[in-house]
């Protein structure tokens, strides 16, 4: 008889399997977002987004983010091998009970200034925070936070360590990714350039952008990226551009507004999924930060939620 763990096995072989393939895309794709479940669209939720509201009553949290219509959640809130005040273990469970999967999760390393004297800590932590993630289920483990990246030096070095946590987690069938904001779309000079200055410089572009950097160092077979559509856009960059150069690195979103999802005009959706989809959208996370002063974090939540179910170019 197949055990659970053999059947783990044969799932995180596949993955392994899929990925040294050489691309990333095909392997995400078989888990691909699609209305399987009685025709019920599979909308992920990024649990950031609810914060004390959640944290205060974990197990009823979890359920009403079931009954609004979630099926998948990303974490936020992994240290000290714990989820918040729970064993990742018994985390599980809770949010298995509750009827929702957990595909991802958000994590920090305990550096924001990488350097050679502390690589070997962050890549010990990777290895600590992965097995526990074994255990949570997940099928990513994300970065959300830039390290500190002033010059070309500091990326190459970012990089590194990138590509590394990304060998670690696909030793154990999980893809590691890197989420972000708005400050990986700043400009940093070439070795030996001087940046533009006067009364014009904003508008002359110099140097590379960070983001470009982390994309062209890092091995595409280890690291995805999960792109924050809000923070590309605040970042005064285009999604769809990247999508379109970069057409296997983004297999995974975060749909977020300045607000609820649709409200504030910022946000072409319709055009993001669209090519999203066309280039294999494995999954999506919905994220809201900033919410209106009449409304709770669950209500924020379910408009999101409402806005995605109603809206005929989301599968
Ligand atoms: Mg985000």
């Known amino acids: 008889m197949e055990t659970k763990r053999d059947f783990l096995k044969k799932l995180s072989l596949l993955t392994v399997g899929g990925f040294m393939a ?58 000290n091998r714990k989820m918040g005040q729970y064993d990742v273990g018994e ?83 999980i893809n590691w990714g890197y989420h972000n904001h708005n400050m990986e779309f700043k400009r940093i000079a070439k070795p030996g350039e001087t940046p533009p200055s006067g009364p014009f410089a904003s508008f002359i572009p110099f140097g590379d952008i960070i983001y470009d950097l982390l994309l062209a160092g890092t091995d595409p077979k280890l690291v995805f990226f999960e792109m924050d559509v809000y923070w590309t856009v605040m970042g005064q960059m285009d999604p769809l551009e990247y999508f379109e150069k970069h057409p296997t690195r983004f297999p995974v979103l975060h749909i977020k507004d300045r607000s609820v999802l649709g409200q504030s005009g910022m946000m072409n959706f319709e055009n993001i999924f669209k090519k999203a989809y066309s280039n294999g959208l494995s999954e999506y996370f919905v994220e809201i930060e900033k919410i209106k002063a009449d409304m709770t974090q669950f209500e924020g939540v379910k408009q999101c939620f409402d806005y995605l179910n109603n809206s005929s170019f989301v599968k």
């Open 91 to 173: 985390y599980r469970k809770i949010v298995d009970d509750a009827g929702l999967k957990i595909t991802s999760s958000h994590v920090n390393p305990p550096e924001r200034k990488f350097t050679k004297e502390n690589v070997t800590k962050i890549s010990d932590f990777w290895k600590q925070a992965v097995e526990d993630h074994v255990k949570l289920g997940v099928k990513s483990l994300v970065q959300p936070m830039m390290p500190s990246i002033e010059n070309h030096e500091d990326a190459k070095l970012v990089c590194e360590v990138f590509n590394n946590a990304g060998e670690i987690s696909k030793a154990a069938g």
């Open 22 to 79: 050489g691309s990333v895309a095909p392997v995400l794709a078989s888990t691909k977002n699609s209305p399987t479940v009685a025709g019920k669209k599979v909308v992920g939720l990024q649990i950031y987004s609810l914060g004390k509201e959640l944290t205060d009553n974990v197990p009823s949290g979890m359920k009403r983010i079931a009954e609004i219509g979630y099926s998948t959640i990303e974490l936020a809130g992994y240290g």
